[in-house]
């Protein structure tokens, strides 16, 4: 990242003024939303957040915080709302300790909802705040729309047992939304990837002892499953190993062509791929998202090489990103995160949302707040979004449809992009 510039607020108005004649990437239709329809309108209309842009996931939430703070700017410079104004309320779900917390997401949802004037909230980052989360704003009718979270059991009722789907949905009305794809999405791209580069896939699976290890471990095993592979044994960590000799040696024994690892590189990742190259193990390391970065890198040292895992693609290359990259570089003086594409869309679907209803209920607020709420809910469930991230659409769950995922692999000890794959189970 480059370093942080400090602006005057004269320069800053030069830059949302800039910014402001861009407003036909907000469009959901690829038409500019313009103020005249809802030049009469009055009141006030609230939207919020609660994304941790402080303490450990700072460095990913908090690029995101800054793409939809920079949504609602331009929203406010084009007057999306015409004569009505829009207020937006950002909330910190980080606790004292530093990492996103539960109990402060359930804090600041339950005050964001309780604002007569708001109708809808971007977040949580985390899907563990979710869970504390959802069941509050779908009880108030409110939509949540996430950048970030993947957990399945968020919206599928039964995909991961450790999540209650349906009490995170009191008014059995679906209200929560993602712009990024689920792991079971993942991991059938995984999956897929298994079958592009091993004929018969004959694969060994560790899962790491934290939850996501092994739910990822459990989707792909199924995806490989559907696929016609092999899974020849499936083992969980029982904490990080610094020996995973018996692991590797099983798998060598077993006929294994490729070895899965579902969950955290700090969890040893890297230390499976060293010790499989040790033995002379020539199976293919499949990783998911949790294994791509530094620490795996240093851990395996060259037997790195080759590895491939799966995440999500990186929007800011796109060419539909392109204007929100130089928008946003020039707003806050540096790069932007991997998550802000997906955080900006975020919030111009939802101000896209209330625009449509206002405009729909004759230029001015429904007089019910619940009403108004669900109308709000209506029209993200049917939005057909071009954005910097491509089309988002979403199913009846609240799923993105959009499911595509990146491949990296390792070359010349560095991970790089390498494909993007559409997964199809099977």
Request: glycine share 12%.
């Amino acid at each position: 990242m480059q370093g942080p510039m400090h602006r005057s607020s004269a320069c800053l108005a030069t830059v949302l003024a800039t910014v402001s004649t861009t407003l036909l990437a907000c469009g959901s239709s690829g038409a500019t939303p313009t103020p005249g329809p809802l030049a009469s309108c009055s009141g006030t209309v609230t939207v919020g957040s609660d994304l941790p842009s402080s303490g450990d996931d700072a460095t990913l939430a908090g690029p995101a915080a800054k793409a939809v703070q920079l949504a609602v700017d331009q929203a406010n410079v084009g007057q999306l709302l015409g004569g009505c104004t829009l207020k937006y309320v950002a909330m910190n779900d980080a606790g004292s300790q530093g990492a996103a917390d539960p109990t402060v997401g359930a804090q600041n949802v339950t005050t964001l909802v309780a604002n007569p004037t708001l109708v809808g909230i971007i977040g949580p980052f985390n899907t563990r705040v979710a869970t504390a989360e959802l069941k509050i704003s779908n009880a108030a009718g409110v939509v949540q729309i996430s950048p970030s979270t993947t957990d399945p059991g968020l919206t599928v009722a039964g995909s991961d047992p450790g999540v209650d789907t349906a009490s995170l949905k009191p008014s059995g009305k679906t209200t929560f939304f993602r712009l990024i794809a689920n792991d079971i999405a993942q991991a059938q791209a995984m999956a897929q990837v298994a079958r592009k580069e091993l004929p018969a896939p004959k694969i060994y699976d560790v899962s790491d002892q934290e939850a996501y290890g092994s739910d990822m471990s459990d989707y792909f095993d199924a995806a490989v499953a559907a696929g016609g592979g092999t899974i020849v044994k499936r083992v969980r960590l029982s904490g990080p190993s610094p020996d995973f000799g018996p692991v590797a040696g099983e798998a060598q024994t077993l006929g294994a062509n490729g070895v899965f690892f579902g969950g955290l590189m700090s969890n040893g990742a890297g230390l499976l791929a060293k010790q499989m190259a040790a033995i002379g193990l020539k199976a293919q390391f499949l990783g998911d998202d949790g294994v791509i970065g530094d620490r795996f890198l240093s851990d395996a040292g060259s037997a790195a090489e080759g590895a491939l895992a799966t995440t999500a693609p990186n929007t800011i290359g796109l060419a539909s990103a392109r204007q929100f990259d130089q928008q946003y570089q020039l707003r806050y003086g540096e790069n932007p995160g991997p998550y802000s594409t997906y955080a900006y869309d975020c919030m111009n679907i939802l101000l896209n949302a209330v625009h449509d209803v206002l405009v729909a209920n004759g230029a001015k607020p429904p007089a019910n707040l619940q009403t108004f709420r669900s109308q709000v809910v209506a029209r993200v469930q049917a939005t057909d979004y071009h954005g910097t991230v491509g089309e988002t659409r979403f199913d009846a769950n609240g799923d993105t449809r959009n499911t595509a995922f990146a491949v990296y692999v390792v070359r010349n000890g560095k991970w790089v992009e390498r494909e993007t794959v559409s997964p199809t189970p099977g």
